[in-house]
């Protein structure tokens, strides 16, 4: 099974600045990585698929980039509504498997 | 409106069996893709089941011989038998993403959950 790393586990910013976020893969997934983010008491939404592709409404200030092993989540200008615990998933074959996450939390 | 509405969570004894419903409106569950997420307090995420438009499916090793994901034209189902401790959880029932001519397997559209508890 694949196993997908998050990195870091916690990552405490401020808002207006720009984060990178880290997902690794233990084995090639091509480009077949999406990126959710999920608030306190909420489902998860999607914000990336197709390793760098925004899904439906999504801001632009969202981008992924990355193939194979290595995915990056970029922020480019946080705003309150950012912080939030963000996953990502690779759908390359079954089972899906998602990382463990990383909380993007007020500094 | 698009969505997913999940039901049928409740508190069972380990051992006991439980079906959980997700009601589909503004689309039809039999022409996608659809799976079960589940998620443990305060973890991660886990993909559970999978179910393709006709009678492919698909389980996580954590739930193989246990629960069974089927469906009608409106609802999907997950059937959840010899239940155990580590099963608690949310039970999210979500959609895989369509795009034109093709799906693929990330999901765009997520239910509210239902909490499922295992304890005696």
């Known amino acids: 099974e694949i196993v997908m790393t998050q990195s870091p586990a916690t990552l405490s910013v401020s808002p207006g600045e720009r984060v990178t976020l880290s997902c690794r893969a233990s084995?090639?997934?091509?480009?077949?990585l999406a990126w959710y983010q999920q608030k306190p008491g909420q489902a998860p939404r999607l914000l990336i698929y197709?390793?760098?592709t925004r899904a439906t409404d999504i801001p632009a200030r969202f981008s992924g980039s990355g193939s194979g092993t290595e995915f990056t989540l970029t922020i480019s200008s946080l705003e309150s509504e950012d912080f939030a615990v963000y996953y990502c998933q690779r759908y390359n074959n079954w089972p899906y498997t998602f990382g463990q996450g990383t909380k993007l939390e007020i500094k | 409106d698009v969505q997913l509405v999940e039901s049928g969570g409740d508190l069972v004894q380990p051992g006991g069996s439980l079906r959980l419903s997700c009601a589909a409106s503004?689309?039809?569950?039999?022409?996608?893709?659809m799976s079960w997420v589940r998620q443990a307090p305060g973890k991660g995420l886990e993909w559970v089941a999978f179910?393709?438009?006709?009678?492919d499916t698909y389980y996580a090793d954590s739930v193989k011989g246990r629960f069974t994901i089927s469906r009608d034209h409106s609802k999907v189902y997950l059937q959840m038998n010899r239940l155990r401790g580590e099963d608690t959880a949310v039970y999210y029932c979500v959609r895989h993403l369509r795009l034109t001519a093709v799906i693929i397997d990330a999901f765009d559209l997520w239910g509210q959950g239902t909490v499922v508890t295992v304890s005696s």
């Open positions: 197709g390793a760098s």
């Open positions: 179910i393709s438009f006709g009678t």
């Open positions: 503004g689309f039809t569950v039999s022409r996608d893709y």
């Open positions: 084995q090639s997934v091509s480009k077949n």
